[in-house]
């Protein structure tokens, strides 16, 4: 029943910004934790930034003051804004949840949204 569905991606060109979306939906239970993933062909998922409920906000060293994460808790969403894209930063971005529900813990993953940084 739970669904978190992405929106904003596409085609930009270097030096540009995109703003993702990533919004939760159904019985999600009670979030702690959000973050955003990417994956590029051929390689490994990676944790590109990561914010909690109380405010505490992780980002992976390649995208440190470029991309910025956010989240609006009572509308269960969470944001990427990504400025100054560089074409590596091209990958299937993912959104992630960690929650808590009827004292157990889950975590869900949205189906993606590509990004994509060519000229």
């Known amino acids: 029943q739970v669904q978190l569905v992405e929106s904003g991606g596409g085609l930009v060109q270097p030096g540009g910004s995109l703003r993702l979306s990533c919004v939760g939906s159904?019985?999600?239970?009670?979030?702690?934790?959000m973050g955003w993933y990417r994956q590029a062909p051929g390689k490994e998922r990676e944790l590109v930034a990561r914010?909690?409920?109380?405010?505490?906000?992780r980002y992976e060293e390649s995208v440190l003051d470029r991309f910025t994460i956010s989240s609006d808790n009572a509308e269960k969403t969470v944001y990427l804004q990504m400025t100054n894209l560089k074409p590596e930063d091209s990958a299937v971005y993912y959104c992630?949840?960690?929650?808590?529900?009827?004292?157990?813990?889950?975590?869900?993953w949205g189906q993606g949204t590509q990004v994509t940084v060519s000229s």
């Open positions: 914010i909690t409920t109380g405010g505490s906000i």
């Open positions: 159904g019985n999600i239970g009670s979030v702690y934790g």
């Open positions: 992630n949840y960690a929650t808590v529900y009827n004292l157990n813990r889950f975590v869900y």
